[in-house]
């Protein structure tokens, strides 16, 4: 499925994309068009532009909005550091390119190594990582392997992390998921890397404030 609704990412970030990802306007009703700029203004207010993927998926314009608001609290409303939520999300999106291809950037920004990308990409826990981060990783790839959590996982996680940090990190590996499902599934070509290096400047500054 490939759909043409470009002006979000034109409108809000200045770039052309290299193809238009959202195409039969008729799709939409009136009402559904002007909920959907709606919910496409506050996806831009808190990721600094409108990605392919969220451009897919408004073609379901509540379904864009509830999406986008998982997206906004899982990555700037949790209790974990932007260096956490990185590993968390390559870990969740490691076979997936379109993911990969955002998130690896934005993880090497927070000092993750080439190394350590490596290892995680090929599904093993980086062991120069610190205690915490360690118990992270190992979580997220019991959540990314769908295997039912082992006791000494969760002992170490709740030894390291808040019950709301928990949560946090399991709402923000499951979003990754679903990111990594959506962009297989409905065939989200990656944007263009103008596009991406604006958002990972975008995300540096919101992260100095």
Known sequence: MRLDHQRAVCCYTGVEPERAVISDKGLLSAEDEARLQATLRRIAETHGYVSNLMQTVALAPDGLAAFAALAA???HGSQLTERQKQLAILIASRDVHYGWAHHAPQARAEGVTEDQLQRLREGRTPRDLTASEQALCEYAFE???GRRL???VADQMHGHFSPRQIVDLALLIAHAMSVAALALGLDVPLEAPE????ELEWQQRRAAG
């Open 195 to 198: 596009v991406l290096r604006f």
């Open 150 to 152: 082992p006791l000494r």
């Open 143 to 145: 959540i990314a392997y």
């Open 73 to 75: 609290y899982t990555r």
